[in-house]
């Protein structure tokens, strides 16, 4: 089992920038791929970002050029960077750890963190 927590969220202007931090613990040798996902009040939980253990990093479109996703292996801990917030980035962002156990795949989300892009 691994254990997911987001924090960084927090009440930002438009075009301003944030910083999110997903922090695992547990069995994080079996992770291998992280990822941001996002969902605004009333509408279905979307994808942002995902980085694998390789270090090979996906965009989605509204993110692409804006948004850089990382991680510290060490610290096993994955960081959404955002820039040029827009009002429609705001929601709950969660984040998603992607183990695979003895050919199994197994999914873990955190409980998400709240950004609200706001003037």
């Known amino acids: 089992q691994v254990q997911v927590m987001e924090s960084g969220g927090g009440l930002v202007q438009p075009g301003g920038s944030l910083r999110l931090a997903c922090a695992t613990s547990?069995?994080?040798?079996?992770?291998?791929?992280m990822g941001w996902y996002r969902q605004a009040p009333g509408t279905q939980r979307e994808f942002v970002a995902t980085?694998?253990?390789?270090?090979?990093?996906t965009y989605s479109a509204s993110a692409q050029g804006r948004f850089t996703v990382s991680r510290d292996n060490a610290k096993n801990t994955m960081f959404l960077q955002m820039n040029s917030l827009r009002f429609e980035d705001t929601g709950a962002y969660y984040c998603?750890?992607?183990?695979?156990?003895?050919?199994?795949?197994?999914?873990?989300w955190g409980q998400g963190t709240q950004v609200t892009v706001s003037s």
């Open positions: 547990g069995n994080t040798f079996s992770i291998v791929a």
């Open positions: 998603k750890a992607e183990r695979m156990e003895y050919g199994v795949r197994y999914d873990n």
């Open positions: 980085i694998t253990d390789r270090g090979t990093t």
